[in-house]
């Protein structure tokens, strides 16, 4: 199974279940929104877990956030890629801290640079003037 199409299921895998550093009822217990209070029941853990379907809510989302301890942001891209099959990725390479203007783009999983070198025209030229080419 190529890697997009589980990405939420291994990255609730890599911190809950047995060997792991937390127990699915610890999970359980920590999986709470911080905006709503919404829990998540322990069957739905496991269900993420085990790569079944669930409901994917940003309650469910921020829920198994906290749950799991890690970036909101790591288990919204996860989802995307598990639950509708495309990659959110930075065309411009950015390094982290190195710019305060982050481009995101959605497109297919597994694009290449160079099919993507077309958004990043775009974006450079948001005005839409014509190429000095």
């Known amino acids: 199974m190529p890697d ?3 990405a ?3 990255l609730v895998q890599e911190h ?3 060997g ?3 127990t699915f009822r610890a999970f359980e217990e920590q999986a709470v929104d911080p905006v709503t209070g919404r829990r998540i029941s322990k069957s739905t853990a496991e269900n993420v877990a085990r790569g079944h379907q669930i409901k994917v809510t940003p ?3 921020r829920a198994i956030a906290a749950g799991i301890g890690v970036d909101l942001g790591r288990v919204r891209v996860a ?3 598990q639950y509708i099959g ?3 990725t930075d065309p411009f390479s950015t390094e982290a801290g190195d710019d305060d203007v982050v481009v995101r783009v959605a497109h297919e999983v597994g694009a290449t640079p160079q099919e993507l070198e077309s958004a990043r025209r775009v974006l450079d030229n948001p005005e839409g003037e014509p190429d000095s080419q």
């Open 4 to 6: 997009h199409e589980d």
């Open 8 to 10: 939420l299921t291994r």
């Open 16 to 18: 809950v279940g047995r």
């Open 20 to 22: 792991r550093r937390m």
């Open 59 to 61: 309650e469910v989302l």
């Open 79 to 81: 989802a995307i890629q």
């Open 86 to 88: 495309i990659e959110v």
